[in-house]
């Protein structure tokens, strides 16, 4: 089992930064997600633990040893890659077998673990197929059997499920994470979708532009925001963001105001609210504004208001209808408002 | 529905007749060689036309039995070969070490060998009788594969590489991860998934060689390492004059081994040229 420190990693090709100031205590069989926009250094971040790339600073340590002259094949992780990287020539078989292979386990014992494998994910039927006669989710769930086969330290998964369509990828979501569970593996999980990020992790990184913008439990990460990058990124619809001031304890901005603020806060501040702690209302008033379009989901209707130059978005009841242009009130649950810094965006407390 | 049945029907007709004329327009010079090759040797060289030719296989026993043709064959069969193998062996790696390594000057090394494709062969044709006269290698098939290699290793080298850049960089990286070293990953993985490259690339090294004539000629003095394309050159001088039936017939054997080659491997061949080009054709 392992343990994984990375300590101020940094990664540069000349004058591009990858990763700028990496910090992360990874614990032994946890399951950590990292969560960003494309360029972000996620991934890259990733490949520094597999060894596939070299930090141009900082150490990368797994249970107290130095990692970052090892070669890949020396350090005993396993890697899922989003395009799958299943051999085309081998069948499914000798994919499976090909790590065991590789690292000269005795061949009597090989069937058997590929056996194992294949039937942790289902795919004891198609052993004999070539990759290319398989379907999308079947192919991801060969290479997760190849990631698997020989039991590793740790897992490394890049984007997974990306290539999936939504079906398929919430079962192999569920899968991945029994899996996890079922072997305790220490594992790390490159996404950039928040809904996976937020069902599988343990404690999510949130990364932007080569920094670390927030670690925590997907509920910190979700009720306690960092700042205004994080408080964006997660749930969907994200966080209404509006951008006003504070005077005499009283944040005003068009169409919106909202008094009760704490006594140290005034000038430029960006209050944020999500969706759902949003209701619609004729009482404490804090926001007006016109419909300007209504989302019926089903069990949810997602009610966009314009007020100003800004839209805000509602989550409102199921039953929920309002002709577009109408005028709207809206009140917002006081202990679920979050307040940023106008500036920096970062939060205030 | 008739009309329509009868209309397709026509299509498929016209179809056949113009690629049957295109196909016999391509095969004209071969069969004309077969009809020379076939025929006595002055009905040849005789200037009214002839409808009927007489059948005559005089130059098949003449090229056999006055000449040692088998072992012209046999010297073409073995340079040919020893030369795409002495390619492949140095050119795979090249092409991997040219396709995934960063260092610096890659791209220039990958410049330079495609240069040696650049100059006329006349060029170097005396240095190279030179070296290897001094190397001992005259008159021997050893100098006449050392050669086909050195003229075809550019372009081998070339079109493997090109394959070897379309593999998605993933694949290795997987494999690494799952323990393989670098010859693994180029054995195992690299170069099944570029067959259809390696066998383009060797056949076209093939064609190349076996239409050598220059060099061949200078190296090969006696029948000891002449080939096929160098015995053409024999009927056409000497007492006898221009024996056009057996330059036929020995022009025509030259074509029918590439010709069933590129037969055999017909589908790697034509997936080989479009997959070089188009990614994940």
Request: with cysteine.
């Amino acid at each position: 089992m392992a343990r994984i420190e990375l300590n101020g990693i940094q990664k540069r090709w000349g004058e591009v930064w990858g990763v700028r100031d990496v910090n992360i205590d990874i614990a032994d069989e946890e399951f950590l997600v990292l969560l960003g926009p494309s360029g972000c250094g996620k991934t890259t971040t990733m490949r520094m633990i597999a060894g596939l790339e070299e930090p141009t600073e900082g150490e990368i340590v797994m249970d107290g040893e130095m990692m970052n002259d090892i070669d890949p094949r020396d350090r005993d992780v396993a890697m899922v890659f989003q395009g799958y990287a299943l051999y085309p020539n081998m069948t499914i078989y000798e994919n499976i077998r090909f790590p065991l292979r590789m690292r000269g386990v005795p061949r009597a014992q090989q069937d058997a673990h590929v056996r194992r494998a294949a039937g942790l994910v289902e795919m004891t039927d198609y052993l004999d197929r070539k990759p290319g006669a398989l379907s999308g989710g079947q192919r991801q769930r060969a290479a997760l059997a190849r990631a698997i086969v020989r039991e590793p330290q740790v897992f490394l998964m890049d984007e997974p499920l990306s290539n999936l369509d939504a079906k398929l990828r919430q079962a192999m979501r569920v899968q991945i994470k029994h899996i996890q569970r079922e072997l305790r593996i220490t594992t790390v999980y490159v996404t950039h979708d928040q809904i996976e990020a937020m069902t599988l992790a343990d404690r999510i990184v949130i990364m932007q532009s080569g920094l670390i913008q927030q670690i925590g439990t997907p509920d910190e990460i979700y009720n306690d925001p960092a700042n205004t990058f994080v408080a964006n990124f997660i749930g969907s619809p994200p966080m209404n963001l509006i951008e006003g001031e504070v005077a005499g304890g009283v944040f005003t901005a068009p169409g919106v105001k909202v008094p009760g603020m704490p006594a140290a806060v005034s000038g430029k501040v960006t209050l944020g609210v999500r969706p759902e702690d949003c209701h619609v209302t004729e009482n404490d008033i804090n926001l007006t504004g016109e419909v300007y379009g209504v989302e019926p989901t089903g069990d949810v209707t997602y009610l966009t208001l314009q007020a100003g130059e800004k839209l805000f978005e509602i989550k409102a009841d199921r039953t929920y209808r309002a002709p577009l242009g109408a005028t709207e009130n809206v009140r917002f649950d006081a202990d679920r408002i979050y307040l940023f810094d106008g500036e920096t965006g970062e939060r205030l407390r | 529905m008739a009309s329509q049945r009868r209309k397709r029907g026509e299509n498929l007709v016209i179809r056949y007749l113009i690629l049957g004329a295109w196909a016999l327009f391509c095969l004209m010079p071969v069969l004309w060689f077969l009809s020379i090759g076939l025929r006595p040797r002055v009905e040849i060289i005789t200037p009214q036309p002839i409808y009927w030719p007489t059948f005559s296989l005089d130059a098949w026993h003449m090229i056999w039995e006055d000449w040692p043709m088998a072992k012209y064959l046999r010297n073409s069969i073995l340079a040919i070969f020893g030369s795409v193998l002495i390619d492949l062996v140095l050119g795979i790696p090249a092409a991997y070490s040219l396709a995934r390594y960063q260092y610096r000057g890659r791209d220039d090394i990958a410049f330079y060998i495609l240069s040696t494709r650049m100059m006329a062969p006349a060029i170097v044709a005396i240095p190279i009788f030179f070296l290897f006269r001094n190397a001992g290698l005259l008159d021997t098939i050893w100098a006449l594969m050392l050669i086909y290699a050195a003229i075809n290793l550019s372009f081998v080298t070339w079109i493997i590489r090109s394959y070897m850049l379309d593999i998605p960089k993933e694949l290795e990286d997987a494999a690494r991860t799952d323990g393989a070293s670098d010859l693994r990953i180029l054995w195992e993985i690299i170069i099944p998934a570029i067959l259809p490259g390696i066998i383009t690339a060797s056949v076209i090294a093939m064609i190349f060689a076996i239409n050598e004539f220059l060099f061949t000629l200078l190296i090969a003095s006696t029948p000891n390492a002449y080939t096929m394309s160098v015995a053409l050159a024999n009927f056409t001088g000497g007492s006898d004059g221009v024996i056009y039936n057996a330059i036929a017939l020995v022009a025509f054997l030259a074509f029918v081994p590439v010709f069933l080659v590129v037969v055999a491997i017909q589908k790697h061949l034509s997936r080989g040229l479009t997959m070089g080009a188009v990614k994940g054709g």
